[in-house]
């Protein structure tokens, strides 16, 4: 835990990629397999479940610490992080240990499954046991906020220089490593060892590829982009993506958050029966019906549902939107151009003519024609354009190859409305000690009996200087404390920006809005001029 600790201390107190991959890479080399196996997984982003809730871990920490449980919460609120603030105020251990990381998220599982009654036990002995640093890394874990800067390529980069392997190979077999929960499948040496295993080892089954992210494209394609007809342009569609497996006579369905998803959606892989072996499909899940994508939030209903009714099945209908062709008679063709794999495509799906297996339509025109077909993808439930090069390779994850890069996401300019501010709540980790999470507000009634009605909470979107101000003018306009969160002085107006919004009986405003971020600081606009909830109710018409 202690070579653990140190690794966590040098990727957070550095800001070069290269000093971190070597970081990695030199304890990946040097660390325990069974230890390196459960590095790969936190600090590829992966989360286990929360062994102690969070309100026993602030009772417990502030009866160890022998503080009051408001001078805790305050400590908490001014740190922004719970994991630090119990490792700053914890009295220094009894009888510190160095045992191994993965025994010690080995005791997590044990705490996990520790009666309620007797966790606050479970937790005291574990920081009597721990030194200050793999103390808190510890706390760090328990609470899942093990954030270091590091990202799943930086990882990929780090356990290729260890294996020798092409960093593809790796990011392949590192599919799926986050999906399972790590205790129930078994993160141990043997795990590590199949990553890092000569080529050829681990790269078949039913594992997808690597999901290809296209980049955002803001403003005219024309000059950035060149020639419209070196481009292949579809409609952005608004489900989820996903790549449809089979090899053999099995098959499986992934999502792009490397879960596998096959048993929500049994008619695809009914569906999926209909391929060839040895064939990847990358594209979109949608709740689809007589020819049309219906609305995402219809698709939520069968995300949600531990149950899949023959109703629910019935009444949210779905298909495989198939866009690209990764794999070919159990040969990875995602070296081929964009053009020839779309070829590919085409001409396994034509002759299946499979209505749970369309394939998505490419759009033609000039930029000018794009633009226009771009205008009406609202209407037609979709987000906008993608747009892929005819000669691009399908690579792996957001990375831009070259200057005009291979693909774009052009989508629809959001939906915006003017609202205020009205509540606020401290941020955490960067952001600690600033109020940066507030909660927005449109006007509702007529003139001279209006009220603000709360529709939608936002943090992104400001720069640093103007959080600052906001978070100066919070500080001295808060009109009442509801625990961390206060009521603001209702003047500052912002332009909010969403991608989606529909009616929702569980909000008091009876709307819910799609992905909501700060457009802008409407410095020039008085709070009585912000829109109306009948003007978002007007959207969701239009939508």
């Not at 800067?149 to 290729?160: E, N, Q, Y």
């Not at 089954?205 to 292949?232: H, I, K, R, S, V």
């Not at 936002?458 to 001295?476: H, K």
Request: charge should be positive; include cysteine.
């Amino acid at each position: 835990m202690k070579r653990f600790a140190a690794l966590y201390a040098e990727l957070d107190s550095s800001t070069s990629t290269r000093s971190r991959v070597r970081a990695m890479r030199d304890y990946f080399r040097e660390a325990d397999a069974g230890d390196a196996a459960w590095a790969v997984y936190v600090l590829s982003g992966g989360k286990t479940r929360q062994a102690v809730p969070t309100r026993v871990l602030k009772e417990t920490g502030a009866r160890v610490a022998g503080l009051p449980d408001w001078l805790f919460e305050e400590c908490y609120q001014a740190v922004g992080d719970l994991a630090e603030t119990l490792a700053l105020v914890l009295p220094p251990p009894d009888a510190p240990t160095d045992m191994p990381l993965h025994r010690w998220m080995d005791r997590l599982g044990e705490l996990r499954g520790t009666p309620a009654e007797q966790r606050a036990d479970g937790l005291r002995q574990a920081w009597r046991e721990l030194d200050v640093a793999p103390r808190f890394l510890f706390n760090k874990l328990i609470t899942g906020a093990l954030r270091v800067g590091v990202s799943r390529l930086l990882v990929t980069r780090a356990l290729a220089e260890v294996s020798g392997l092409p960093a593809e190979t790796i990011a392949q077999r590192l599919v799926g490593y986050l999906a399972a929960d790590p205790v129930a499948a078994g993160l141990d040496a043997a795990r590590f060892h199949a990553l890092v295993a000569p080529g050829g080892c681990g790269e078949t089954g039913l594992q997808p590829y690597p999901f290809f992210l296209a980049q955002p494209l803001q403003g005219d394609p024309t000059a950035q982009l060149g020639d419209a007809t070196d481009w292949l342009a579809e409609w952005k569609w608004d489900g989820i993506r996903g790549q449809l497996v089979r090899r053999g006579e099995q098959a499986a369905l992934w999502s792009r958050g490397e879960e596998l998803v096959s048993e929500r959606f049994p008619e695809l892989m009914d569906a999926a029966s209909w391929l060839p072996a040895g064939c990847v499909l990358d594209g979109e899940i949608l709740a689809w019906q007589d020819g049309a994508a219906l609305p995402f939030a219809r698709l939520q209903t069968r995300i949600t549902r531990k149950q899949l009714s023959r109703r629910l099945l019935e009444s949210v209908p779905v298909a495989f939107m198939a866009y690209d062709l990764l794999e070919q008679d159990g040969a990875d063709i995602r070296t081929l151009p964009q053009a020839e794999r779309r070829r590919r495509l085409q001409a396994l799906l034509a002759p299946l003519a499979h209505p749970r297996l369309p394939l998505s339509p490419v759009l033609r025109g000039d930029w000018s024609a794009l633009a226009t077909l771009r205008a009406s993808a609202r209407e037609r439930g979709v987000e906008g354009l993608m747009l892929k090069r005819n000669d691009a390779p399908y690579g792996t994850g957001r990375v831009k190859l070259d200057a005009r890069g291979q693909w774009w996401k052009w989508k629809v300019d959001p939906y915006s409305v003017d609202a205020v501010l009205i509540y606020a709540q401290r941020g955490h980790g960067r952001r600690a000690g600033l109020f940066s999470d507030y909660t927005f507000a449109v006007w509702s009634g007529e003139a001279g009996e209006r009220s603000l009605v709360p529709f939608a909470k936002a943090y992104s979107g400001l720069t640093d200087a103007e959080m600052r101000q906001v978070d100066a003018f919070i500080r001295a306009n808060t009109l009442e404390r509801f625990g961390p969160v206060c009521a603001v002085r209702p003047e500052l107006v912002f332009e909010l920006g969403f991608e989606g919004i529909q009616p929702s009986p569980r909000h008091k405003s009876g709307i819910a809005v799609r992905f909501p971020r700060m457009l802008r600081w409407r410095q020039d606009k008085p709070a009585a001029e912000a829109d109306t909830l009948h003007a978002l109710r007007q959207l969701i018409k239009r939508d």
